[in-house]
């Protein structure tokens, strides 16, 4: 089979399928591995960022109140496949960073056809993507930064485009109305750049080392490398068809579902079940060894490490089944297909949640292991808090970075007692720099800023204190259930948690999550 018709097969399977789109939001944790504990990794220099476009007012998305239930009480409402239609075209409304994203259709799903030359760090190809307009388009805008278009295509129509700044607008041969299910193809090429975002001072995109490629994107710059609605509130599935130079191997996202080998170059399919936002989109290219096994309730875990440090990785990621199954016990079921990690053999001084792969640099690896467990709980923690139920705003961060830093205090709990938890979490609040501002309100310039990891992970203790071991569970598990797949605010999992724990906790909320004065340790009890 050829890789060409190996492409019309999956676009064809996907078009037979039909598509059901999500609504959903979220970022990149800067320096996870050290947000806790002292670590001593190397972040990576940053580069010159291109000039992003100034920042304009936009109005906010409003949450949806909650719908009572016969009983009196109130859930929050089912999350919805689509986006608000009244936002602007060229936005989605996010406060933050209004640049991100786009209103006007809802991104189904991606097929990214790319050949990559490692050597010259250059892609070419083609993205697909399937969307359902959500309102009449005479044209709409995707997020692209950088590379070089040469033909764009709406269903078999050529398209006229124009660019300026991460916007791309598409003005199909005729317009589109609301309902219309269509399909646009870009084909580029070029040298992906990474950007410094203003949100997180690390390279984030395309990243070439020594050997390999990791990509890494959060908050903004999955659109440095392909066309897409570069905001979590449109999440899609995706099919990955990547081909690279043999002996080379490439780790994307979902599962791997079958390789062609071209001769002198080897492409690698891989396809995601569930829907996933722009920025947890990842390709690693190296000389890879791939690990398998089968976790709890069969689920699929695959390793990808490079050779020369596979033996400490398979350490490092031993604790990962026993992981999932503790978390399945106080989160809810594991919301994806798969799970594993990839190394790069490289200093990151970071790691990200890329859904179901998280990446790691070798850093992690080699770490302490006391330190790279807690890294390792933290990013799987993450493929239920930030993943599945992502923000909706990305000034709510903290409902990624402090669950899953909570979730490092929950296994430390679960492994050590609570003892051990009461210690880490002392420890943390006597490291923390009361001056940073209030995690309900990062500040853009420095969204992933050390209070949205751990005085958000205090302010769940908190809440754990005041309610109870019983309905303090009962509030992570109803929470990664109702919004799985979607998005959420912070007044979503505030009323949420007063509804299951029936009392008001608006205090408590407002002191740990929005007030400057970090509140008593004695709210805490710990022992």
């Given at each position: 089979?050829?890789?060409?018709?190996?492409?019309?097969?999956?676009?064809?399977?996907?078009a037979?399928?039909?598509?059901?789109?999500?609504?959903?939001?979220?970022?990149?944790?800067a320096?996870e591995?050290?947000?806790?504990?002292?670590?001593?990794?190397?972040?990576?220099?940053?580069?010159?960022?291109?000039?992003?476009?100034?920042?304009?007012?936009?109005?906010?998305?409003?949450?949806?109140?909650?719908?009572?239930?016969?009983?009196?009480?109130?859930?929050?409402?089912?999350?919805?496949?689509?986006?608000?239609?009244?936002?602007?075209?060229?936005?989605?409304?996010?406060?933050?960073y209004?640049?991100?994203?786009?209103g006007?259709y809802?991104?189904?799903?991606y097929?990214?056809?790319?050949?990559?030359?490692?050597?010259?760090?250059?892609?070419?190809?083609?993205?697909?993507?399937?969307?359902?307009?959500?309102?009449?388009?005479?044209?709409?805008n995707?997020?692209?930064l950088?590379?070089?278009?040469?033909?764009?295509?709406?269903?078999?129509q050529?398209?006229?485009?124009?660019?300026?700044?991460?916007?791309?607008?598409?003005?199909?041969?005729?317009?589109?109305?609301?309902?219309?299910?269509?399909?646009?193809?870009?084909?580029?090429?070029?040298?992906?750049?990474?950007?410094?975002?203003?949100?997180?001072?690390?390279?984030?995109?395309?990243?070439?080392?020594?050997g390999?490629?990791?990509?890494?994107?959060?908050?903004e710059?999955?659109?440095?490398?392909?066309?897409?609605?570069?905001?979590?509130?449109?999440?899609?599935?995706?099919?990955?068809?990547?081909?690279?130079?043999?002996?080379?191997?490439v780790?994307?996202?979902?599962?791997?579902?079958?390789?062609?080998?071209?001769?002198?170059?080897?492409?690698?399919?891989?396809?995601?079940?569930?829907?996933?936002?722009?920025y947890?989109?990842?390709?690693?290219?190296?000389?890879?060894?791939a690990?398998?096994?089968?976790?709890?309730?069969?689920?699929?875990?695959?390793?990808?490490?490079?050779?020369t440090?596979?033996?400490?990785?398979?350490?490092?990621?031993?604790?990962?089944?026993?992981?999932?199954?503790?978390?399945?016990?106080?989160?809810?079921?594991?919301?994806?297909?798969?799970?594993?990690?990839?190394?790069?053999?490289?200093?990151?001084?970071?790691?990200?949640?890329?859904?179901?792969?998280?990446?790691?640099?070798?850093?992690?690896v080699?770490?302490?292991?006391?330190?790279?467990?807690?890294?390792v709980?933290?990013?799987?923690?993450?493929?239920?808090?930030?993943?599945?139920?992502?923000?909706?705003e990305?000034?709510?961060?903290?409902?990624?970075?402090?669950?899953?830093?909570?979730?490092?205090?929950?296994?430390?709990?679960?492994?050590g007692?609570?003892?051990?938890?009461?210690?880490?979490?002392?420890?943390?609040?006597?490291?923390?720099?009361?001056?940073l501002?209030?995690?309900?309100?990062?500040?853009?310039?420095?969204?992933?800023?050390?209070?949205?990891?751990?005085?958000g992970?205090?302010?769940?203790?908190?809440?754990?204190?005041?309610?109870?071991?019983?309905?303090?569970?009962?509030?992570?598990?109803?929470?990664?259930?109702?919004?799985?797949?979607?998005?959420?605010?912070?007044?979503?999992?505030?009323?949420?948690?007063?509804?299951v724990?029936?009392?008001?906790?608006?205090?408590?909320?407002?002191?740990?999550?929005?007030?400057q004065?970090?509140?008593?340790?004695?709210?805490l009890?710990?022992?």
């Amino acid at each position: 089979m050829t890789k060409q018709s190996m492409r019309r097969i999956v676009l064809l399977a996907l078009a037979m399928l039909g598509f059901s789109g999500c609504a959903a939001v979220l970022p990149v944790n800067a320096p996870e591995a050290s947000q806790i504990a002292q670590s001593t990794v190397v972040q990576p220099s940053p580069t010159t960022s291109p000039t992003l476009p100034p920042m304009e007012e936009m109005a906010t998305v409003t949450p949806t109140a909650a719908a009572p239930t016969a009983a009196g009480t109130s859930v929050p409402p089912e999350i919805t496949a689509e986006p608000d239609n009244t936002v602007a075209q060229d936005s989605l409304g996010d406060d933050y960073y209004p640049e991100l994203g786009n209103g006007g259709y809802d991104a189904l799903h991606y097929t990214l056809d790319l050949d990559v030359d490692v050597a010259d760090n250059t892609i070419s190809g083609t993205l697909t993507m399937q969307a359902r307009a959500t309102s009449d388009l005479s044209d709409f805008n995707l997020d692209f930064l950088g590379l070089e278009i040469s033909e764009i295509q709406v269903g078999d129509q050529a398209a006229t485009f124009a660019r300026a700044g991460r916007e791309l607008t598409i003005t199909p041969s005729r317009p589109l109305a609301n309902g219309d299910e269509f399909e646009v193809a870009v084909t580029y090429a070029g040298q992906p750049r990474p950007i410094v975002p203003e949100a997180v001072p690390l390279r984030m995109g395309w990243n070439r080392y020594p050997g390999g490629v990791y990509v890494v994107s959060e908050p903004e710059a999955a659109a440095t490398w392909y066309p897409v609605n570069d905001h979590p509130l449109d999440k899609a599935t995706y099919t990955f068809l990547i081909t690279v130079p043999e002996p080379l191997v490439v780790a994307t996202n979902g599962q791997l579902q079958d390789t062609l080998d071209n001769g002198t170059t080897t492409t690698y399919h891989w396809e995601t079940r569930d829907p996933m936002a722009s920025y947890l989109a990842t390709v690693n290219i190296a000389e890879f060894v791939a690990d398998t096994a089968t976790g709890p309730e069969g689920l699929p875990l695959r390793n990808y490490i490079p050779a020369t440090l596979a033996d400490q990785g398979r350490q490092t990621f031993a604790p990962t089944g026993d992981m999932i199954a503790y978390f399945n016990t106080v989160f809810g079921p594991y919301p994806f297909e798969a799970y594993g990690a990839v190394v790069a053999d490289a200093d990151l001084g970071f790691a990200l949640e890329t859904q179901t792969l998280s990446v790691f640099g070798r850093d992690v690896v080699l770490a302490p292991p006391e330190l790279a467990e807690t890294v390792v709980a933290h990013e799987l923690a993450h493929q239920w808090f930030g993943n599945s139920v992502s923000v909706e705003e990305w000034r709510d961060i903290w409902l990624a970075e402090g669950f899953a830093t909570y979730a490092e205090w929950l296994w430390q709990e679960h492994t050590g007692g609570q003892a051990a938890r009461d210690a880490v979490i002392r420890s943390a609040y006597a490291q923390f720099d009361p001056q940073l501002p209030p995690p309900g309100t990062p500040p853009p310039d420095n969204l992933f800023n050390q209070s949205v990891y751990v005085r958000g992970g205090l302010t769940l203790h908190a809440l754990r204190v005041r309610v109870g071991d019983d309905d303090f569970f009962d509030i992570l598990r109803a929470y990664s259930q109702r919004f799985r797949y979607g998005n959420a605010t912070t007044s979503d999992f505030v009323a949420l948690a007063e509804q299951v724990a029936a009392q008001d906790l608006q205090r408590l909320f407002n002191d740990w999550l929005f007030e400057q004065p970090l509140p008593p340790l004695s709210e805490l009890d710990l022992r």
